[in-house]
Structure formats: C-alpha cells, structure tokens
C-alpha cells in the first residue's frame, strides 16, 4: 500500500475512503488484526476484556482458517440465500445451489463453534470460570457471539459488490438457468455444478477477485477499518518498535486497544449512518422532521475528520518506526564491526602498531553517534504521533456519507 519512503497523507486517506479503495494489492489482515477489529462489534466491557488478554499475551480462540475467508464464504453464502429466495430456475440449478450452501453454512458454523466455545482457552469448569472473572479475563459466552459475528465482517478487499451472486453472480445463475431449462439427467447436474462454479468461484467462497484497480472495498467505513488493521500489524512486526530504544514509547499506547476503539467507532457510525438514512426514507415528507435530521446529521459529521486523523496518526508511527528500523540495521552493523575492531586491535598491539585499527574506530563511533542521534529524532517524531491519537473515550458522531 505504501512504505516508509512514501508518506501517507490526510488527503490520501480520505481519498482512499471516498472511492473505498487501496493502491495496490495489500495482503489480508492477519488473525490479531481481525480479532480487534471484531472486537469494535462487542460491548465496551467485552472489548476492554478482548484488550486485556491480548495485551497481556494470553490465547483467544483461533480459527483454521484467515478470518478473511470466512468473511468471503460468509458473503456467498448471503448471496446464495437471496437468489434461493427470489429467484426462479430449473431444479437442477437450485439443487446444486442448495448444495453449496449447505456446505458453506457447515464450514461457518464449524468456525463459530471454535470462537464461542473457546475450548482449550477459556475456563469451563465452575470454579476456573469464577477465578477468570476475578482477574478480569473471561469473555462471556454472549460476548463470543457478537465477537464471531464480528469476525463475518472482517474487512476483505475484492468482493463482489451486491451480496455474492446478487448482481453479477445472480446473472450468471439465471443464464445457466436458460441453459439447462430443457436438459435433464445425471449429465446435466455435473454440467450445471461446473457452469456455477466457473462463474461464481469454487464452493468455499475464498476466492478473491482482482480488480486490476487495487483493492476495492464495500464502502469508505470498511476501507478506514482496513487501512487502521493493516498499519497496525506494520507497527507490531517492525523490530524497531519491540527494540529497548522504544520501550517508552511503547508504554504510552497500547495499539490493540487503539485499533479495537477505531473499529467501534467506525461500527457506531455505520450503523447510526445506515438508521438516520432509514428515517429520512420513513419520515412520510414531513419538513420539520428532515430538517431536525439535517440538523443532527450537521452537528455529528465532525467526527469522521478526527477518525481520519486518528487512523494518520497510526500510519504516521507506522512509518516513523519502520523508518528506524533501517537505522537500528545500521547500528547493529556497526556494533558488529566494532566488536570485530576490538579483537583486530587485540592483535595489533602486539606489534605496536594500532593507528590504522584506531582511525577505524573513531570512525565507527562517528558513525554511530549519527545513528542514535538519527534515533533520536525519530523517537520525537514518533511520540508527536502518538500524541495525536485521541483518548479511547469518544463521543459518537456521524460523518456524512462516504465524504463520508
């Protein structure tokens, strides 16, 4: 998406949200990044709760799967059920539909027993239970179903837009539909199951469709969600930020709860975008009423210039540590060479001569000396950046929509 020569602006965020698309191909989120994001769909307790243990490294259900195939099979399988329901075609090409979504809902479910259930990582017996909630680190059964249907809204880029099969996929279906209206038999079924998969994808639903634009998202709330998942994940892999240099800088943010407070955000504003739009729709023309909804939709809109400005703020620590890190490269290099100077002066001495391995190391401190105060800046920008995300505690608000 971009790197730490390249830096992300405020306009090119908003950019990216109006059009709900990335440059590029970038990789999906991983586990850590999905769960958090999941995590903006539960309760503030639950959430806190999720936070907790990840900060403190214990274990959260995992599934077999990236969470972003469960989200794509989770996109077919809404698709699939809304052609069952409205559309009409021959037996065969519903029998076969059928079949798919069978399996699909099979695999789904499978996954939501290992998110609510928790085996193996959350207490089961009466008094393991009793002794997780005094510490304050048992998720509640409750909490792990609206954090599995968290997890069926993982951001995923290149889906195909309108629900799976509904625009372009139910297209696809009614042509095999004429196709096979007056064909019957054992060959026309396997024909039909090779017609379907050919234009929807195989039956696990994890195919991902390039767009050849870079990557495109459902809307501008689920980009924002990605790209705050996507840097958060550069910043935990970047050796820089686990390196001593930046322990303080560590201890004055916690990035899961940041990430996990963003997506609750987002959610919150989704949601209250998609009810105000629903009342204005039912308001039956009454001016007073739009007029209070406009008045109401104006004074909420703020909000999503300081999510933006949040989620910069993240991409900006992102870049300030990866940018380090090539420093911290650097240093260890030269701490290397020095350790390698130490033993050829060793030698040298002998023969009385240690001006050439001298010079060396002057050298070498020179250079090091560079590298910290390098660090050094590096470091202040980095806290400016850290200083600029806001406190967890936010009032909602409502942006306009997709500016948003």
């Given amino acids: 998406m971009s790197s730490a020569a390249v830096p992300v602006t405020t306009a090119d965020l908003r950019r990216w949200t109006q059009e709900s698309r990335l440059p590029g191909d970038p990789p999906m989120l991983s586990d850590d990044a999905a769960m958090l994001l999941a995590a903006g769909y539960t309760s503030p307790a639950g959430r806190a709760l999720i936070v907790r243990r990840m900060s403190m490294g214990l274990p959260m259900p995992r599934m077999t799967e990236p969470a972003a195939n469960l989200r794509r099979r989770q996109h077919s399988i809404l698709g699939l059920e809304h052609q069952l329901r409205t559309g009409m075609m021959p037996n065969v090409v519903a029998t076969v539909l059928r079949t798919r979504l069978s399996g699909m809902i099979r695999k789904r ?32 059964i409750d909490e792990r179903e609206k954090l599995f249907e968290g997890l069926l809204a993982t951001p995923v880029a290149n889906l195909p837009v309108g629900g799976g099969v509904r625009r372009a996929g139910s297209a696809a279906v009614d042509r095999i539909a004429g196709l096979v209206g007056s064909l019957a038999g054992r060959n026309a079924a396997q024909n039909v199951e090779e017609w379907i998969n050919e234009a929807l994808g195989p039956p696990d639903g994890q195919t991902a469709v390039p767009s ?42 916690n990035l899961h709860a940041e990430l996990a407070e963003i997506s609750a955000d987002v959610v919150a504003l989704r949601n209250l975008r998609i009810d105000l739009d629903r009342a204005r729709a039912g308001g039956s023309g009454d001016q007073g009423f739009a007029e209070h909804l406009d008045q109401r939709e104006a004074a909420l809109r703020p909000v999503w210039t300081q999510l933006l400005e949040r989620v910069h703020a993240l991409i900006g620590i992102a870049q300030t540590v990866e940018s380090a890190s090539a420093e911290l490269r650097l240093l260890e290099e030269y701490d290397r060479a020095s350790t390698l100077d130490s033993r ?46 806001a406190p967890y505690e936010q009032q909602y608000e409502l942006p306009q929509r997709y500016e948003p």
Avoid: C
């Fill in 109 to 140: 479910e499978d996954a939501r027993r290992i998110i609510v259930l928790g085996k193996g990582v959350f207490a089961s017996s009466t008094r393991a239970i009793r002794r997780e909630r005094r510490e304050n680190i048992y998720l509640e």
């Fill in 212 to 253: 050849g634009r870079g990557a495109a998202f459902a809307d501008g709330y689920e980009t924002l969600m990605f790209v705050a998942g996507h840097f958060y994940e550069r910043i935990q892999q970047s050796p820089a930020w686990r390196s001593d240099f930046f322990e303080f800088q560590r201890t004055a943010v």
């Fill in 344 to 389: 050829i002066d060793h030698l040298l001495a002998r023969s009385g001569d240690r001006e050439l391995s001298a010079d060396h190391t002057r050298m070498l401190s020179e250079q090091v000396r560079s590298g910290e105060e390098q660090l050094r800046m590096y470091r202040d920008v980095l806290q400016g950046d850290i200083a600029r995300i």
